[in-house]
């Protein structure tokens, strides 16, 4: 069934926290101090992060966070629809904050801004061409990645 409208939601940090500090509490999973060390840490983040960032800035005390323990709560995060895996240029994955739920994202590659693409009208085009091809659509997931307005004009 097509939507035909698409809203855009843009995805502050301080709300992120919040959303997802109060979604691990209702799954009844304990906010030890690593992982409330790392939820503050990926709130605070103004770009694309990689994993190996985040457990090196968690290592050192007083957080002392061990590495398994951030891979385990990154790879929780990305398959509960928390964060969105980008692939960069150099074929390496970086991580931005999203939100659980049939979203597309506009990724800005410098600062990571995300805005959220809720809705899916904008990808019936592509649906109608493909039938007319014979190809049936089962899923689709739209990722689109550049410079949001404020780093296009500091890039200037």
Do not use: K
Not at 6 to 17: G, R, V
Not at 46 to 68: I, K, N, Q, T
């Amino acid at each position: 069934m097509p939507h035909h409208h698409n809203t855009i939601i843009s995805l502050n940090p301080t709300d992120w926290e919040q959303l997802i500090t109060n979604a691990l509490r209702a799954h009844h999973i304990r906010l030890t101090q690593p992982r409330r060390a790392i939820i503050q840490w990926i709130a605070g983040q103004p770009a694309l992060f990689s994993a190996e960032a985040l457990a090196a800035a968690l290592a050192p005390p007083p957080a002392s966070v061990s590495r398994a323990t951030v891979y385990r709560m990154v790879d929780y995060l990305h398959d509960h629809g928390w964060l969105a895996r980008i692939q960069t240029e150099r074929g390496l994955y970086a991580y931005a904050r999203t939100m659980p739920g049939h979203h597309h994202h506009a990724i800005c590659l410098r600062c990571g801004t995300t805005l959220l693409i809720d809705g899916c009208a904008i990808l019936d085009e592509i649906t109608v061409l493909l039938a007319q091809h014979g190809f049936t659509v089962q899923n689709h997931l739209l990722e689109l990645t550049g410079l949001c307005q404020r780093c296009q004009v500091s890039a200037r």
